[in-house]
């Protein structure tokens, strides 16, 4: 089999997001970006269905001039983990694309290669949260596709895919070659060896060129937060309960029976 | 030139949902400062869902459009996808609204990539200045907030659920027309076989309008009956911290935050939960956030409306029994 997985480099979910200079982007410094949770279950995946001569190539668009560097060694994070090969899409963007041109990006890039199975995306990316890249990529390589899968078993030609629906588990199944999304449950996560990282740095990565369209999306300015106004400690302990119950009634009209 | 509104109208487990009457109420408040013309509805679905199309205009809805057939009574994201593509090409949709569920999330990029349009997701308010969309979105997993404007003849919005009010259902009905959306089961690549629905009656996470959430704090899975007694006196849904899920208390479906479900209820509380970053990630766009903890300084009274300082298996039974007072 041959996988295509797509990584995108994602500030630690932990990092402090401060608003850039320009008011349109953050401001990257202290920032440390990682491969995504869901990113890395995709890759983790993928290397347990390639099979025997099967390949598994990492794709990363873009990232503008901080993000060369951020995508490239996520792409080494990806081969550290076991991946073949590398390919990525640069981009002379300063800040983050819209995922209408990463999804026209990455089908370019991976329609370049002649040939797919499978292509894999995290269920959403941990920055912009869209959730679109995947069901996008698949809509433009006209693959059917399924998101929020929790599991994947791949024979004869065809998937069987688990999606983590709302309040319930749907079992779906699809001819390949398909695009299926990723949860965090899809697979294990690994974690690469010194010996992995330092193989990794000898894999090849390839560079794609691509005519970047006019963005679809702005973002026309960011801004921090509403500050949270400092609530009201009710009391202590059970006795605190009713004046509770009343202000949730009463003050913010949040609770009626 | 009106402006013409397309909203793909969930209908799910034999009612629309919420979000889907939200987009509803939001296009025909919106349709005159875009320059007037008809909210169309579009409702893909089974039988059940078609009966109940017209019941949008209710809502809003100028006119209702049903694209149903007893093998699309699932959601199928190729096959949902692909017929709500086709409405939005003949009804010249310039605008489309989806409720952003889990599955409006998954039809609303798929329409944009088929119609080449411009989508914002997950958007919490949406505004029109100068004749043109405009719109909120927490990035970030809501550490900023992004004003989003789209450049493309088409524009597609996901909204989040609980975002803008559905509107008081005082419209009538209208009379639903059948679109041929041109394609049959046997044309698709993709096919739902199976699904294990959670038992209950319970709103889902991302559209309740009151969640009781649990973490670590409970000590244990057996404990989270105190939790469920409590959630249904307020006819809530129960929620969890990912410490509690990792641990196996709680299924990966009940999580809240950046790894998990986005809410934004009108009521959340957080029970045991420190206030974690990446729990934060996920409620607090909450109307009201009521936190209940051990310890006066967990970073979740920083972000709550009201706070009890206390030992939570004290209080939730209290809270339990005081619901049930106030409501004989
Ligand atoms: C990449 C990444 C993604 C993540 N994604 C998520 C996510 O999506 N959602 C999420 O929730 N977390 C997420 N986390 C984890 C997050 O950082 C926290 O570890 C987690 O939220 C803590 O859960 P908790 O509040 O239940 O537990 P704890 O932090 O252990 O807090 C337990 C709280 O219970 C209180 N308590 C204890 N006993 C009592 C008592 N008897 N009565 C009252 N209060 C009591 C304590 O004072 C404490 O505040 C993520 C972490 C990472 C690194
Ligand atoms: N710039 C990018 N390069 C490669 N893959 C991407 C990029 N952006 C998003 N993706 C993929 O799409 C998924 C969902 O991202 P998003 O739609 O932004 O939430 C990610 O987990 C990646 O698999």
Redesign the pocket.
């Given at each position: 089999m041959r996988v295509f997985v797509c990584v995108k480099p994602v500030p630690?979910?932990?990092a402090r997001i401060k608003v850039g200079g320009d008011g349109k982007t953050i401001d990257p410094s202290g920032v440390k970006f990682i491969l995504g949770?869901y990113d890395a279950r995709t890759v983790a995946k993928a290397l347990e269905l390639k099979g025997e001569d099967g390949e598994v190539v990492v794709v990363s668009a873009g990232m503008g001039g901080k993000g060369e560097s951020a995508a490239n060694k996520r792409i080494k994070d990806a081969l550290a983990l076991g991946a073949d090969r590398g390919i990525f899409i640069a981009d002379e963007a300063p800040e983050n694309r819209d995922p209408l041109a990463v999804a026209k990006a990455l089908a370019t890039a991976i329609q370049n290669e002649g040939g797919h199975d499978l292509v894999l995306c995290g269920r959403q990316a941990?920055d912009d949260q869209a959730l679109a890249v995947g069901p996008m990529l698949a809509t433009l390589l006209d693959l059917p596709c399924v998101t929020d899968a929790v599991s994947l078993e791949v024979s004869d030609g065809k998937a069987v895919v688990q999606r983590a629906a709302e309040g319930r588990v749907e079992t779906i199944e699809v001819t390949l070659p398909a695009l299926i999304t990723g949860q965090r449950d899809l697979a294990d996560e690994r974690y690469p060896k010194l010996k992995d990282i330092l193989k990794a740095k000898k894999k090849s990565v390839a560079t794609f060129d691509f005519a970047w369209p006019a963005p679809a999306y702005e973002v026309v300015s960011l801004a921090p937060p509403p500050d949270p106004v400092a609530g009201k400690i009710v009391g202590e302990g059970p006795d605190a309960v009713p004046e509770l119950l009343k202000l949730l009634q009463d003050e913010a009209k949040a609770l009626t029976f | 030139m009106a402006t013409k509104i397309l909203v793909v109208a969930e209908f799910r487990g034999g009612k629309f949902k919420k979000g889907a009457l939200e987009c509803v109420a939001e296009a025909a408040r919106r349709k005159d400062e875009l320059g007037g013309g008809d909210v169309v509805a579009l409702v893909i679905g089974g039988d059940d869902a078609k009966a109940a199309a017209g019941s949008l205009g209710k809502h809003g809805a100028d006119r209702v459009l049903t694209a149903c057939a007893s093998w699309l009574d699932y959601y199928n994201g190729d096959a949902y996808g692909k017929a709500a593509v086709a409405a939005a090409k003949a009804e010249s949709a310039e605008i489309v609204l989806v409720a952003a569920t889990l599955d409006g999330k998954d039809l609303a990029p798929r329409m944009a990539a088929a119609l080449d349009a411009g989508y914002c997701p997950d958007a919490t308010a949406l505004s029109v200045e100068g004749g043109k969309l405009s719109l909120t979105r927490p990035l970030y997993a809501g550490k900023v907030y992004a004003t989003v404007a789209l450049r493309t003849p088409v524009q597609i919005v996901s909204l989040r659920p609980n975002s803008v009010p559905v509107a008081a259902s005082e419209g009538a009905d209208v009379a639903a027309s059948e679109f041929d959306f041109g394609f049959g089961e046997g044309d698709l690549k993709s096919k739902v076989t199976g699904v294990a629905a959670k038992s209950g009656d319970k709103a889902d996470l991302t559209e309740a309008e009151r969640i009781v959430s649990?973490?670590?704090?409970?000590?244990g899975p057996e404990n989270f009956v105190l939790l469920e007694a409590f959630a249904d006196e307020i006819g809530a849904t129960v929620g969890?911290?990912?410490?509690?899920?990792?641990a196996g208390w709680r299924p990966h479906g009940d999580?809240?935050?950046?790894?998990?479900k986005t809410v934004s209820p009108n009521l959340y509380f957080?029970?045991?939960?420190?206030?974690?970053?990446?729990?934060l990630?996920?409620m607090s766009t909450s109307k009201c956030i009521v936190a209940?903890?051990?310890?006066a300084d967990?970073p979740?009274f920083k972000v709550a409306d009201y706070g009890i300082v206390?030992?939570?298996?004290e209080?939730v039974p209290r809270m339990t029994e005081e619901a049930k007072k106030l409501k004989s």
């Open positions: 630690d979910t932990a949770p941990m | 649990g973490g670590r704090g409970l000590k969890a911290s990912r410490a509690v899920v990792d999580q809240v935050g950046q790894t998990g957080a029970i045991g939960i420190s206030g974690a970053i990446q729990h990630a996920g209940v903890n051990k310890d967990a979740i206390g030992d939570l298996f209080v």
